[in-house]
């Protein structure tokens, strides 16, 4: 969404090119109005054997893709309690005791961010809830690669891959 009004003094905003970027800038009292970036998380969960929980997503974006359980931080919330949120919200368990910060991802989609948490599953196991059509672990030789629809999903998993060659 573009800006109109500064939300400093009211003025009408003007366009300007600002170290080599377009910006929102007020001739008034000389506020710029920067873009706002949209953070999500999402959560790279393994089984004990090392298999990876994806899920088939119900909603747009990318409905019938499958991606990391993950959303967008509330405004109340901090990263690593979005994600706890998430995974209870998408596949009906409680958060890892242990979740470490994979990394940080940028999306195609301009000024998004997603955040990705690791941790293992043990002793409960996901299921379907209202945002997903499936939910199952995927061995790494069987990630459904060309289905995949977030960035993040496909970078994470690409890092984390990496990172566990010896699985």
């Known amino acids: 969404m573009t800006p109109k009004y500064c939300g400093n003094c009211q003025g009408r905003l003007r366009k300007?090119?600002?170290a080599?970027?377009?910006?929102?800038v007020c001739p008034q009292c000389g506020l710029v109005a920067y873009g706002m970036v949209r953070l999500g998380v999402a959560a790279l969960l393994c089984t004990r054997s090392g298999d990876?929980?994806?899920?088939?997503?119900?909603?747009?974006?990318?409905?019938?893709?499958?991606?990391?359980?993950?959303?967008?931080?509330?405004?109340?919330?901090?990263p690593r309690q979005a994600v706890?949120?998430?995974i209870h919200e998408e596949l009906g368990i409680t958060?890892?005791?242990?979740?470490?910060l994979t990394g940080v991802y940028r999306e195609a989609s301009p000024g998004a961010v997603t955040i990705v948490y690791q941790g293992v599953i043990t002793d409960e196991r996901p299921h379907v809830l209202v945002e997903s059509l499936n939910v199952r672990p995927f061995a790494i030789s069987q990630i459904p690669w060309s289905?995949?629809?977030?960035?993040?999903?496909?970078?994470?998993?690409?890092?984390?891959?990496?990172?566990?060659a010896s699985y």
């Open 16 to 18: 300007m090119s600002l």
């Open 20 to 24: 080599g970027h377009v910006r929102f």
């Open 52 to 78: 990876i929980v994806l899920v088939k997503r119900a909603l747009q974006p990318g409905f019938g893709h499958w991606t990391m359980p993950g959303g967008y931080i509330e405004e109340d919330e901090t």
């Open 84 to 86: 706890r949120r998430e």
């Open 95 to 100: 958060a890892p005791q242990e979740l470490s």
């Open 147 to 164: 289905e995949l629809y977030f960035l993040s999903t496909r970078d994470a998993l690409h890092d984390w891959i990496c990172r566990h």
